[in-house]
């Protein structure tokens, strides 16, 4: 007997799709700014906690918040060794070496710097993991009533940088069927970037004149197919990024760790 045929998958609706991509970008406005002005360790913490409880609603699957959040990882621990060894001592000194000085306040800072990258990376992959960019072009017409010329430039960076993580992909797979690409990471790393960066120059020198024969560099007014409008999700959405961010500095303030980035 035959198996049954295998029906497609289909992408699951979760809450976040019926939010409006301008609303977005205004809640990592809200995401971000009060952790800019704190520098503590438990607002970060908190904020982060909170995201992470938050996944299943921005419909991304753990796994690929990990995998996304891997350049966030690689980078954080280097903010914060600089912090650590060059920040205003305090407290006890551990450690001393010409200009760097490891002290109580500077691993303080240290694990407050690192978590803070991680606070302020991680709501960008969660918003903006399933925004497509039709929709975030109508949001940005409609709503942000941006002029269609730099919305226009917008969707087609977006495209673009599909295509050329697709193109780097067959690249790598290239170079290693030929036998070149098991050996040298970091040497084949600059090689390839090179190679990208050229095909990002024709490219983008071939999109710009196609657009312009086409009549996107007029600014003659535009209509667009698919209406973009707020509704209640919206509102909503906004509520919880100030709720989140309320609690993440409530909690630095009510621990006592609350420290503003200029004092």
Known sequence: MAAPARVPETRRDVFLDGVNPVSKILAM?????????????VSSTVAIAIELALVPVCGVAFADVLRRCVPLLAFAPIAGVSMLLY?????????????????????????????????????TILLF????????????????????????????????????????????????????????ALRR????????????????????????ARGFGTDAPRTWARPSTLSWRDAVFLLGCLA???????????????RFVGS
């Not at 406005?29 to 360790?41: F, G, K, N, Q, R």
């Not at 090689?191 to 095909?199: E, I, P, R």
């Open 29 to 41: 406005i809200v995401l971000s700014i009060p952790l800019l002005l704190t520098i503590d360790w």
């Open 189 to 212: 790393f600059f090689s390839m970037a090179f190679v990208m960066l050229v095909f990002a120059v024709r490219r983008g020198s071939k999109l710009a004149t196609a657009m312009e």
């Open 244 to 258: 989140v961010m309320g609690a993440a500095i409530g909690s630095a303030v009510a621990s006592g760790s609350f």
């Open 87 to 123: 920040a205003e001592p305090g407290g006890r000194v551990y450690a001393r070496f010409l200009l760097a000085t490891v002290s109580d306040d500077s691993i303080a800072l240290a694990i407050a710097v690192a978590l803070r990258v991680l606070a302020l990376g991680l709501p």
């Open 129 to 184: 993991s399933r925004v497509d960019a039709t929709e975030l072009a109508d949001a940005l017409a409609q709503v942000g009533r941006l002029p269609a010329r730099f919305v226009l430039g917008v969707v087609a960076g977006v495209r673009l940088l599909g295509l050329f993580l697709e193109d780097w992909r067959s690249m790598e797979l290239a170079r290693r069927a030929r036998g070149v690409g098991d050996s040298g």
